[in-house]
């Protein structure tokens, strides 16, 4: 064991999840179960679900999510057929009524399969019968553009749930209605160290040296809202002087409640920015496997217009490009050590890690293995 160990101090600056944890498929079982299923996970945007058959499917590890809109209803299902299991919907949206492409089976609103080719002469299947052979269906409810879904059958509704978070996402939907960029992009790491890289800023000036370094001040402050957290902090003067020309070149109408920088930890896997009151960007991060995540990337802008606008968003999505990149590069090359058999402990996390160690103490929480909360 390290000598890390063997001193209070130390012992305090450990985080709540062992290095093991960020591998083994046996371990993602259980978070899906304890963490991930209870949750409400946020599938898509409003925007890409505003027309009948109008459909958006998100993945937790092996499970696939389906909603779908039946003539403007938004209806949540497991994404798999009740015939012979095949996926029902197998691209990330689209408009296309809700049947398998395997055999044609069609489903209705409430997730029931109205339409069986053959089933007179090959199944024989009462109406009743129908009813329960129907989709499992998941609650659904909005917070602004976004969509969330969650598995478990009880708890909490969404806005008690996200509880301060709630009204914050309504008010940047009103005050950001453009998405200027989606971006999907897949990470060879655990989601967890997906998450814990996007909610800190230590690793900026390594990694980030001509793009995050140049937008936020060192000054951060970590406020906590029950599993959620934000960080706060003052952008530096060369970007407050950047965005004030650029808001007013194209008109932009930025919050008058956010003038700076906040980004919302939503638990247990959704990254939020706000910059200027006037850019919004939203991260939902997703195991694919242990060791391999994906990210869903969407970029919100406030109301504004003119030619001016198109050469902001190319810089913007430009730059968030390049943070993407980077941090895909660094999480490789962490999740080759983590990986590493026999560390024997978890992380070392200063006051810089604050909101990892939040991350981490809430998620110790629900898999009910809490270390040094």
């Not at 450990?14 to 498929?25: F, H, M, S």
């Not at 003539?71 to 949540?76: D, M, N, Q, S, V």
């Amino acid at each position: 064991m390290d000598d890390i160990t063997r001193t209070p101090h130390y012992r305090d600056l450990l985080g709540a999840i062992p290095a093991e944890n960020y591998v083994g498929e046996d371990v993602l079982a259980m978070e899906i179960e304890r963490i991930f299923k209870p949750s409400w996970l946020c599938v898509g945007a409003l925007a890409d679900l505003a027309n009948h058959q109008d459909f958006v499917t998100a993945r937790v590890g092996p499970h696939s999510i389906v909603v779908q809109n039946f003539k403007g209803e938004l209806k949540a299902f497991r994404n798999v057929c009740s015939h012979r299991f095949s996926r029902l919907q197998t691209e990330p949206c689209g408009n296309r009524r809700l049947q398998c492409p395997y055999h044609g089976w069609l489903y209705d609103a409430a997730g029931v399969p109205i339409g069986i080719p053959q089933n007179d002469s090959a199944f024989g299947l009462s109406e009743a019968e129908k009813a329960t052979l129907s989709l499992q269906a998941y609650d659904l409810a909005l917070a602004g553009h976004f969509v969330f879904v969650r598995m478990a059958g009880d708890g909490p509704d969404l806005r008690d749930y996200l509880g301060e978070v709630y009204d914050f996402l309504v008010h940047v939907s009103q005050i950001c209605p453009q998405r200027v960029e989606e971006a999907r992009v897949d990470l060879a790491c655990n989601w967890k160290l997906a998450v814990e890289n996007g909610v800190e800023a230590y690793h900026h000036a390594l990694v980030h040296p001509e793009t995050f370094t140049h937008v936020l001040q060192q000054d951060i402050v970590m406020n906590a809202y029950g599993p959620h957290c934000t960080h706060e902090g003052d952008l530096t003067e060369k970007s407050r002087h950047w965005w004030s020309v650029v808001a007013d070149k194209a008109r932009l109408k930025p919050s008058a409640l956010y003038r700076d920088y906040i980004s919302f930890l939503i638990f247990p896997n959704i990254v939020t920015t706000f910059t200027y009151g006037a850019l919004f960007t939203f991260q939902v991060i997703v195991p694919t496997s242990a060791v391999t995540t994906h990210i869903a990337a969407s970029a919100w802008l406030a109301e504004g217009g003119g030619a001016a606008l198109r050469p902001v968003i190319a810089s913007l999505n430009g730059f968030a490009e390049k943070v993407r990149a980077e941090d895909r590069a660094i999480c490789a090359i962490a999740q080759q050590g983590v990986a590493e058999r026999g560390l024997g402990r978890a992380a070392v996390l200063g006051e810089v890690d604050n909101r990892v160690r939040h991350f981490q103490n809430a998620y110790a929480r629900r898999l009910g293995e809490v270390r040094h909360a």
